[in-house]
């Protein structure tokens, strides 16, 4: 039924959807918008869980995609159930289809209070709001149209970066220049820290980075592929359920007590420049 009320919405938008095209890549793409070469994938949390698909499954047929060059998006059951506004806005963009547009010239750059930073991406970005002590924001009059996260990396191994935590523009908005607005003001914020570098993780289910690389950025490598837990009705961080040294269970006791597998993804794409 959800994979149906996405192919109903970009119908509207795009009279040339097919729905279950094989003629493409030896596989199933759920959804494929030929004029675009855009296809849309699927993933309902229990069929496309490692109980019935391979960890490599969604990896592979992004691969097989971008031989041909069609950009393939991974939409999971959570997403569209839960967050269906932005993933909508998520497809027309890569559809080539915007509502707004805004020029980055237009608005005045802010720093963001931790609400303001948790407000924005939780209604803006498909992953939600993580905690970063340093968040800028593109203001057009009283509405916060862009803004960009900022933190200490996780890997000791990058402690000469700073990391782009979460980047968005509002839903249904394209900010020109809006990207390398923020990033020239947060490289003026964390050149006192002395960093570096700032990077970023572009999750290719999702995208390929190009904006990032029109910023400047160089793509260093690709990561190994995400996961997640489900329980068949959402997903979770994949720190969530952990080996329990005390009670001597490894990370599967957990996760079979709990009543959780695992899901995959996609590889991150990560991505350089200098400050």
């Known amino acids: 039924q959800a994979q149906l009320e996405i192919y109903n919405f970009i119908k509207a938008l795009m009279p040339d959807v097919l729905l279950n095209d094989r003629k493409q890549i030896g596989l199933e793409i759920d959804i494929y918008i030929p004029s675009v070469k855009v296809g849309i994938e699927f993933n309902g949390l229990y069929w496309h869980c490692v109980l019935n698909k391979s960890s490599e499954y969604h990896q592979d047929k992004t691969n097989r995609c971008n031989k041909l060059g069609i950009k393939l998006l991974h939409v999971f059951d959570d997403e569209w159930r839960e967050k269906r506004s932005i993933v909508e806005s998520v497809i027309k963009h890569r559809l080539g289809i915007t509502d707004r547009k805004i020029n980055a010239r237009q608005c005045k750059i802010i720093e963001l209070t931790s609400n303001e930073r948790k407000s924005f991406f939780e209604k803006n970005h498909l992953d939600g709001d993580v905690p970063a002590p340093i968040a800028i924001g593109l203001k057009l009059g ?78 260093v490598k690709h990561t190994t592929m995400r996961w997640w837990w489900t329980d068949f009705e959402k997903r979770y961080n994949r720190f969530k359920f952990r080996a329990n040294k005390e009670e001597n269970k490894t990370e599967a006791d957990v996760a079979r007590e709990i009543g959780v597998v695992k899901i995959w993804g996609c590889s991150n794409l990560l991505l350089e420049a200098d400050i």
């Open 142 to 219: 009283d509405e916060i149209v862009s803004a960009i996260s900022l933190r200490n990396p996780f890997h000791k191994k990058h402690s000469d970066s700073i990391e782009i935590a979460r980047f968005a523009s509002v839903i249904n908005t394209r900010v020109r220049g809006g990207l390398s607005k923020l990033l020239a003001a947060a490289k003026r914020k964390v050149a006192t820290l002395g960093k570096k570098k700032i990077m970023t993780y572009v999750d290719t289910r999702l995208g390929s980075g190009t904006s990032y690389v029109s910023a400047g950025f160089k793509s």
